[in-house]
């Protein structure tokens, strides 16, 4: 399907319409299908409450915290045979860092609650972060994702590229 794929990058150089771009390419190279589904998480959105993180990524159980009165697919459930872009990955804990190695090693995960059945997914996770992917990812989890791309910020580029990106951008 291809690499799993860390974006390094300030606020606003592009990388989520880089893994978006990565997605058009893998479709349009065979690598995936042309209705494969992407998906993307936002790990800020609930850093407050890594219980729910963790539901809203990997699904739950009926009972698994308060509140989960039912089963829930995850995302990585409905990003299966696609793409699963994860903006703001330092906001996912050490757990769940683990939780997503382990996908990434042996292709299977558990929702929130679960101890006995295992779900397989197959899905090329492109992660991102402003921060310093050394001081806020597990070693662990860093040497499982193979592709490490870092974005340059608008005032690096040149003023050629500054000039592309804008008439794209208006286009």
């Known amino acids: 399907m291809g690499l799993h794929t860390l974006l390094l990058g300030e606020t606003g150089t592009g990388k989520s319409m880089f893994a978006e771009v990565m997605y058009e390419y893998a479709k349009e190279a065979g690598r995936i299908k ?23 990524l990997f699904g739950g159980k009926k009972g698994a915290y308060t509140g989960a009165d039912k089963d829930k697919p995850g995302i990585i459930e409905k990003a299966d045979e696609g793409v699963l872009f994860l903006d703001e990955i330092h906001r996912l804990s050490p757990e769940g860092q683990e939780m997503l190695f382990y996908l990434i090693d042996k292709g299977f995960y558990r929702k929130l609650g679960e101890t006995e059945v295992c779900h397989s997914a197959d899905v090329l996770i492109i992660c ?15 040497r499982r994702i193979p592709m490490i791309i870092k974005l340059p910020a608008l005032r690096d580029r040149t003023i050629e590229e500054r000039y592309n990106l804008t008439r794209y951008f208006l286009m």
């Open 128 to 142: 991102a972060t402003t921060e310093d992917a050394e001081s806020v990812l597990l070693k662990t989890f860093i």
């Open 34 to 56: 042309s209705d494969a589904p992407f998906e993307t998480f936002n790990c800020a959105d609930y850093a407050n409450n890594p219980q729910l993180l963790m539901s809203q």
